[in-house]
């Protein structure tokens, strides 16, 4: 994909954020029209829940200062223009992704969709083909050497 702006409106809402929203309205159609009589409801598994939510958020904004600090974009179809590797970055090639996980994780756990459990391994597949890979090849081109030693020290995940 490129920087186009005349790029079609499909194209333009391939975004993660859009494939995070609709996995977790999947999630949430499951738990209220599907529940099947299952249930993992307990104060434990709630609390689970609000910290994952909330361990995803903090790590969403610190990934989205090291963005703004080195001025490059946070849109996975655009071309950066610097490469990140402080911060939240020296821990995990994919902060943002990892922080998507937590989040859909924990509000399958909060509205308690327990059929929905298989859709966090099935975001993570999607997220990795669409974005990461992608991603990952077009920093491999740019910054070649530099990037090359990112990702022998720095996990994709964690």
């Known amino acids: 994909m490129t920087d186009d ?5 499909v194209r ?5 954020p859009v494939w995070l929203a609709a996995f977790i309205v999947l999630a949430w159609v ?4 599907l529940p099947l009589g299952l249930s993992l409801r307990s104060g434990v598994v709630d609390l689970l829940g609000g910290l994952l ?13 090291e963005f703004r600090r080195h001025h490059t974009t946070i849109n996975p179809h655009k071309t950066p223009v ?10 995990s090639r994919n902060p943002i992704y990892l922080a998507d996980t937590l989040i859909l994780a924990g509000l399958i756990l909060r ?18 083909r669409r974005f990461v890979l992608p991603e990952e090849t077009r920093l491999r ?3 070649r050497k530099e990037f090359h ?3 022998t020290k720095v996990r994709r995940w964690l």
């Open 5 to 9: 702006p005349g790029m079609p409106a």
């Open 12 to 16: 333009r809402l391939d975004l993660p």
């Open 30 to 33: 499951q738990a209220r029209l």
């Open 53 to 65: 939510v909330g361990g995803g958020i903090v790590l969403m904004a610190l990934a989205i200062t």
């Open 82 to 91: 610097a490469l990140i590797t402080s911060g939240i970055y020296k821990r």
């Open 111 to 128: 509205f308690d969709a327990v059929l929905s459990l298989p859709l966090v391994p099935i975001f993570v597949w999607v997220i990795e």
């Open 141 to 143: 081109r740019i910054f």
């Open 149 to 151: 030693r990112y990702e």
